[in-house]
């Protein structure tokens, strides 16, 4: 595809903007674009609701989804200015009511820092904390004590980052235990009051009602979402509300002539602080609910936000001292990211790129981090099945630079060395690799906020080539049925061994399409079938054990029946299709997948 020129006026800015969205149906955008010296374009357009033919105006509200989590940090870091919280608090001794499970505490407590830099080594919250839909609306408390089994470490927290939204609404319950305010009037009487943010909310308000904007998902209007876990991403906001939240960041923390929080404060938000990596000098990753985005040469500080059928992206770059807030009502990621490539090649347009580092000269010590690495910090450990094999990345150097790609296709990113191991992106100067020393999982590889794993070439590709051959005998498995049936019913084949042996991996791979089938099914809205038991997550959770049930009986028959006289050549092809369903519900089911109960 085409790029698009970069707009070298607002004019400009705002035709491309429309023409993105008409390119992918986007009802409306508001857009909020500040520099040091106040608005520079704050305005949204389009509809703002389809069906009533609504126009969107810069009061329009948006759910702005996660950029809600940066006011969790900010009143934390207020409360710690006032010397009452410390981000080394240990989360026991703050709210030893709120249940989760550490089994390095003694030696590794979860502090609050890990809450605000997504380092406790939580699950991200669970299918059935998505979908708790309470318009009364709940407790902050009602809310944690709801569902509190994804608040497990599954690795010594301060060591890898994993983004999870359990994290967030911890932290706002501190900082409205500490206060004895709830979390959202504290936030309101601390910042959205400072800054002139009338109407911003998280709740359900008279405004929203007015003003909000209609959410649409492939075209479907969505209902609104009572979002449990407030704090993490509930925030209803309008253009007007967030270019005055971005003038916060760009004149760092300064409003009106009021210090609302320190220029110290805000570089530590920017700064992440408790990772391995961040230990040996890594600059890149997630920092107190604020992290760093890269923009060809630039590195925007950042938080994006996505609810159901709702996208924001809220960023700025101090050093340029610009800032702005994208807001659509569509889940269009398309759309999404064009805008905002569109409004940072504006933002950046007259600004000197930085000269890219000159790489290092690479020698032994160097070469030790070439080979294949996979995934060790998934958002939800369910995923962590899909992700071994699916997400392997490959480290080699080229002409003394450092190179990462994914196996399956993507992007190289180049790297320059800056010591023995960290490494600088090539473009942006930031130390976004390094290699360390995992306390689970020896020698590893932080690249941004992922963690990889080293893993041998026989493994890597040998799943490859599993997953090929299991996927291809599913396919042929159906055209293959359709042949031998015809054949039985002339009674070319003879019933008893020679039916069975066809027939259970022939239901063992319909059991699989019927999963896959239900999972897409259940996607368009997980968290309404999905988080709760309804007939397509049961029927999930069926299909998993007709898989396992239909692949070991195939297996089991087989070896039975391996000395009964019927056709050799269909012998062997449904032995081997056998052997390999029987090879995937073993890595399925140590993943816990088989009898998977989405809504657990």
Known sequence: ??????????????????????????????????DETGPVLVDAWGKANVEEDIDADADSMFR????????????????????????????ADLAPEIEFANPWEETNPVLLAHLLEHTTGWDDIHLPEYAHNDPTPATLREALDFHPHSRISRWVPGTRS????????????????????????????????????????????????????????????????????????????????????????VNRGNVNGVQLISEASLQRMEQPATTSAAAVGQESGYALHNYSSRHKNWVYRAHSGGVNGGLTEFSYLPEAKVGHAIMINSGAGAAYTEISDLVRDYETRN??????????????????????????????????????????????????????KPLLGGEARSYAAAGDNLYLDMETGAVTVSRVEDPLDGTVVHAGTQVLKPISPVLAYGQLVIAALWGLSIAISIPYALVWGVRRLRRKIPSGPAIRIRVLPLLAGLSVI?????????MKDPFATL??????????????IAFALFAILGLTTAVR???????????????????????????????????LMTWA
């Open 64 to 91: 702005i989804g996660s950029t809600s989590k940066m006011f969790v940090a900010l009143s934390v870091l207020k409360l710690v200015e006032e010397g009452r919280l410390s981000l080394d608090d240990r989360l």
């Open 561 to 595: 029946e391996r000395g009964t006289q019927m056709n050799r050549v269909n012998y062997w092809y449904t032995t081997t299709s056998s052997v390999l369903h029987c090879i995937v519900v073993a890595y399925l089911a140590s993943f816990g997948i088989i009898g």
């Open 514 to 522: 019927g999963f896959l089938t239900l999972f897409s099914a259940g």
């Open 1 to 34: 595809e085409e790029e698009r020129p970069i707009p070298q006026s607002l004019d400009e800015l705002r035709t491309a903007i429309s023409e993105v969205m008409e390119e992918h149906d986007v009802p409306a955008v508001g857009i909020a674009m500040v």
């Open 351 to 404: 600004l000197i790129a930085p000269e890219a580092p000159v790489a290092a000269a690479i020698g032994a010590g160097h070469e030790a981090i070439e080979g294949l690495y996979f995934p060790i910090n998934p958002r939800q450990e369910i995923a962590r099945f899909i992700e071994q094999p699916l997400s392997v990345f490959k480290l080699w150097f080229e002409q003394n630079e450092l190179k990462l």
């Open 162 to 249: 994993s983004y999870c939204n359990s994290g967030p609404p911890v932290a706002a319950y501190i900082v409205q235990k500490i206060t004895g305010q709830d979390f959202e009037d504290y936030v309101r009487e601390n910042f959205w009051e400072p800054m002139g943010m009338e109407t911003m909310t998280y709740r359900l308000s008279d405004d929203v009602r007015s003003k909000g904007v209609t959410l649409y998902q492939g075209g479907e209007p969505q209902e609104y979402w009572h979002i449990s876990m407030r704090p993490s991403g509930s925030i209803n906001a309008s253009p007007v509300d967030m270019a005055k939240f971005a003038g916060f960041f």
């Open 531 to 544: 988080g709760q038991p309804t007939s397509i997550s049961i029927g999930i959770m069926l299909m998993t």
